[in-house]
Every structure is written in structure tokens, then in C-alpha cells.
């Protein structure tokens, strides 16, 4: 076997290409991974705040639910049930109220619909003997007969049973709230792993029970964080930031296809295998003109060997000193060229890398905003204010907590539409704040619902700094042609040093402002705890 000859020029280019074509593939690559690990990281944080937003706001409704079951169980046990504990009931979509004996059968209806408080707790696949005490969430129950359903359960003093059926329409609409990229979404569940909410309407009509999926046995435990998993409804590898709710166990997810991440980074694909490509290009091209250069003597050489082997005498080879001077100075001046190519092209592409981190973290900053403070009135959240009033408590800081409701908000709403009753929310906060003192915080707690943390223990003080709150709330707020009077109800609650639960706080004004209401509204009452 004949050994195998190619040219030297041939050799010469092709071993120039060789060495060349791995660090512009590593370049590339690594460029390419590290911009898709940074848009991972940024996904992760924004992922994971929006589930723990998510599942707040489930816990204070969870919170508001029971603390108007344990409402309606004392008035129903004293023969008080009236219509306005009916609306308190409707508004949080409590649709039935009922009494069972320890057997499991029903006493009385107090309220709602037939179908949702059967004659037997049999019958809604529920046992006397599992229900405690405590109020309890249970799972979500779906029959042909009744629509969706989870019911709140626990045992009253004579050992019998009351029953509150809620319809979960609030957390289908936190749900469907949630919406980004072609498929991110948000997903519901309750505390043994089936479906309340989801984007599969086939899922949330079943209750489908996804409890063996690794992401939803992490949310049954109480964890919080995020994970990628593998998605059956939406056929794809997720990335998902989950969290669960305290009071009832359900769990909140907040998943995207990992393709949409990498389908954002194109673009930077493409500017990147276009610089490798012209990189190729330009050292393709030098290779075969340097490879000329250091093949053209040898020729000559050649053909003056041939000439002579054929008895021709050639003309005298004549040396050419400056030949080497030009080729070495050809060289570097090419191999500076093409490192210029390369430099230019590397500076341009982080340069766009730059520019990109600049709008991530633009994003961030804005969604870190849009987290902690309210759309409308540019005040704090309640998350925001959860977060001082915790700061407060475990620095051991007194305070005093008002729980304000204006009155008659939504007749404004109705005479004079949302924008007009938007803008009187944000003249409302902002009147407030630039009445409080420079240690006080204001907050949009949620609807026309507003929290004011006064630096102080004193009952007087701060019944006298409501009291003030009170007159300038009364006073008309003026938006051009139009001047808009409201009213407020307020609840006080103050902290303790033997109280570190923010929660019970928050119930306390809270119940004192339903008092307030209850008095007449455009009053405040101090919470007797």
C-alpha cells in the first residue's frame, strides 16, 4: 500500500484550520452558556418571589375565611345569623353554612344551597370522627352534582358539627392572573396533591391528583424553592419557583417552559455563530495566503531542480535577504488583523451581553418595586407591611396597628367610575402619609382596606393620632369639577411584649374595624384584647 501524499500547501491549511477552529467553537459555546446561566439565575429569583406573593395572598384569605366560619359558628350558636353575615360570607365565596350532629347528619342550614350541605357528611365523602376541633381546610371535592367545592370543618362545644362550603372562583382568578412568555403559568393545589387551579381546564374540572410529581410532594411538605421537572399537561421541561400557603396547606408553583428561556437568548446565538463564522472565514483565507507565501519559494526551487535534471541551466537563484523580513512582517501584521477581527468581534458581544444584563437588572429592580408596593396608590403592599410590622416585633418595638375601611367607596366607584375611585384611593394614601410621623408606615392592605403602624404603645396616643386621621379623611378631596367625600371605620390593635404573632394582630384591628362598622361606621374602636 502506497503511502498517502498531499501537497504542502494543502497540509499547511489544513493544519492552520484545525488549530484555529476549537477556540473559536470554545468561545462561542462558553459565551453562549453563560448567558443562559445568567438568564436561569434571574428566572430562579423572579420565579420563586412571585410564588411566595402568590401563596400571601392566599394566606390572608384563608385567614379572612376563617375568622368569618368562626364568626358565623358563634352568631349561628347564639340564633344571630343575619344578612349581613350572610354578604360578609358571599363576598369571600362561602356558599353554604350548616350543622351536623357527631353522627354526621344535619341539624340546620343556616345559609346556601341544598346541593353543597347534603343530608349526611356521607354523602360528601367526609367522617365525623376525622373532623377536629380546630378549623380545618379540607381537600377539593368534585362530584357531577355540585360544583367544585372545599369545606371548612370543625367541632363545636355540644360535639356537633359545623359545615362552610366555599367555592375556590378566588383562587381560579389568582390563577388566571398569572400569565407570561407563550406558556407560563401558575398552578393550584390543595394538601394531598390534586388540582384546584390550572391552566388544564380537563385537570381542574377532575381534581386531578398529581401528588407523585417531585415538585408537588416538595409543596405537601411545606418546602418552598425552585425545581425543573418534567410536565405532562404541558408536555415540556419546566422551571418552576413553588411555595405553600401556611393556614391550609395548599400549594402555588409558578412554572415555564426552560425552552422559552433559551428560545430569549436567539438572537444572541445567531451574533454569535455569525462571528465565528466570519472569524472561520478570515483565517481560512490568511491560512491559504501564508500558506502561498512559504509554498511559492519551494516551487521555485523545484522547477530550478527540474530545469537542471533536464540539463537546462537555469539563471542563478538569486537569494533574496529582505524575502524573510517580509514574510515574518506579512505574518504578524495578518495575525494582528485577524486578532483585531476577533478582539472587535469579542468587544461587540459584550457589549450586547452587557447591555442585556443592564435590562435584566432593570427588570428586577422594577419587579422588586412592583412586589413590594401598590400599582394605584404607590404606597407599600401588605407584603411590605407584614415585613416592618415583623421587623418591628423581633426588634421588640411597641406599636400600635389602625386597620382602616373607607365607607361608601363603592357608590364613588359607581357614580363616578374605577379611574375616578382610583384616583381617590391614591389622594386618600397620600393625605394619610404626609400626616403620619417620620417612624409611622401606610399601606394599601388590599381593595379600599388601608394599615397604619404608629411608633407607639400608647393607647391615647394613638387613639388621638386616629382621631386626626379621622377629621382629615373627612375633609372633600377635590379633582377638578368634582369633589368627592368618604368615610372611614377604624380598627386599633396594639402589639405586646408577650405577642410576636403579627397575624393575630392583623385580626384584632381587623375585628375592631367590622365593630367600628357595625357602630355606625365613621368611628373607631380600640381592640379589647
Not at 130 to 147: L, R, Y
Not at 299 to 318: A, N, V
Request: some cysteine; aromatic content about 8%; charged content about 20%.
Amino acid at each position: 500500500m502506497k503511502p498517502l501524499k498531499f501537497p504542502l500547501r494543502f497540509i499547511l491549511l489544513t493544519a492552520m484550520l484545525c488549530v484555529s477552529v476549537v477556540p473559536i467553537a470554545l468561545f462561542s459555546y462558553w459565551t453562549i452558556q453563560n448567558a443562559l446561566e445568567k438568564e436561569f439565575a434571574a428566572v430562579h429569583e423572579k420565579h420563586l418571589l412571585l410564588a411566595h406573593n402568590t401563596t400571601a395572598a392566599l394566606d390572608r384569605y384563608a385567614l379572612d375565611v376563617k375568622a368569618v366560619y368562626d364568626t358565623s359558628a358563634q352568631l349561628a350558636q347564639n340564633l344571630h345569623f343575619h344578612p349581613e353575615q350572610i354578604s360578609l360570607m358571599e363576598q369571600l365565596n362561602i356558599l353554604a353554612f350548616a350543622q351536623y350532629d357527631p353522627s354526621g347528619n344535619l341539624i340546620e342550614r343556616y345559609y346556601g344551597q341544598a346541593v353543597l350541605v347534603p343530608p349526611s357528611l356521607s354523602e360528601i365523602e367526609m367522617v365525623p370522627t376525622d373532623i377536629k376541633p380546630e378549623i380545618q381546610f379540607s381537600k377539593i371535592f368534585i362530584s357531577e352534582s355540585a360544583p367544585p367545592t372545599i369545606y371548612l370543618t370543625s367541632v363545636g362545644p355540644k360535639s356537633n358539627i359545623w359545615i362552610a362550603a366555599i367555592n375556590p372562583n378566588y383562587l381560579y382568578n389568582i390563577q388566571k392572573s398569572i400569565s407570561f412568555g407563550d406558556k407560563g403559568h401558575a398552578a393550584i393545589v390543595d394538601q394531598f396533591g390534586s388540582v384546584i387551579a390550572h391552566p388544564n381546564p380537563s385537570w381542574e374540572q377532575a381534581g386531578k391528583n398529581i401528588a407523585k410529581i417531585s415538585i408537588i410532594k416538595q409543596m405537601m411538605r411545606g418546602e418552598s424553592g425552585v425545581a425543573q421537572f418534567y410536565s405532562p399537561a404541558m408536555n415540556a421541561d419546566m422551571i418552576a419557583g413553588f411555595a405553600t400557603v401556611p393556614t391550609t396547606g395548599w400549594g402555588v408553583m409558578i412554572p415555564q417552559p426552560t425552552s422559552e428561556l433559551e428560545s430569549k437568548l436567539k438572537d444572541l446565538k445567531q451574533v454569535t455563530h455569525l462571528i465565528a463564522a466570519l472569524c472561520f472565514i478570515i483565517v481560512a483565507l490568511l491560512s491559504w495566503w501564508i500558506s502561498g507565501i512559504v509554498v511559492k519559494p519551494v516551487k521555485r526551487l523545484i522547477k530550478m531542480t527540474e530545469d537542471l535534471s533536464h540539463h537546462q541551466y537555469p539563471l542563478p537563484f538569486k537569494k533574496d535577504d529582505s524575502l524573510t523580513s517580509i514574510e515574518i512582517d506579512t505574518l504578524v501584521t495578518s495575525f494582528n488583523t485577524m486578532a483585531e477581527e476577533v478582539d472587535r468581534g469579542q468587544k461587540e458581544l459584550e457589549k450586547r451581553v452587557i447591555e442585556r444584563t443592564e435590562k435584566l437588572h432593570k427588570a428586577e429592580k422594577q419587579a422588586r418595586h412592583l412586589a413590594s408596593h401598590d400599582l394605584v396608590t404607590g404606597l407599600p403592599n401588605r407584603i411590605a407591611i407584614r415585613a416592618d410590622a415583623q421587623k418591628r416585633i423581633h426588634r421588640n418595638e411597641p406599636f400600635t396597628l389602625l386597620f382602616i375601611d373607607l365607607d361608601g367607596f363603592k357608590p364613588i366607584n359607581d357614580q363616578y367610575g374605577h379611574q375616578m375611585g382610583d384616583r381617590l384611593l391614591k389622594a386618600f394614601g397620600e393625605r394619610l402619609r404626609s400626616n403620619l410621623g417620620e417612624n409611622d408606615n401606610i399601606a394599601r392592605y388590599g381593595g379600599d382596606e388601608f394599615i397604619v403602624l404608629l411608633a407607639t404603645d400608647s393607647k391615647e396616643s394613638a387613639k388621638e393620632t386616629a382621631e386626626q386621621l379621622l377629621t382629615y379623611i373627612r375633609n372633600p378631596f377635590a379633582f377638578g369639577e368634582h369633589k368627592v367625600s368618604i368615610q372611614a371605620s377604624i380598627g386599633v390593635a396594639q402589639s405586646k411584649p408577650d405577642t410576636r404573632d403579627l397575624d393575630q394582630i392583623i385580626h384584632d384591628a381587623d375585628i375592631a374595624m367590622y365593630n367600628a362598622k357595625k357602630a355606625g361606621k365613621n368611628c373607631i374602636v380600640c381592640s379589647s384584647v
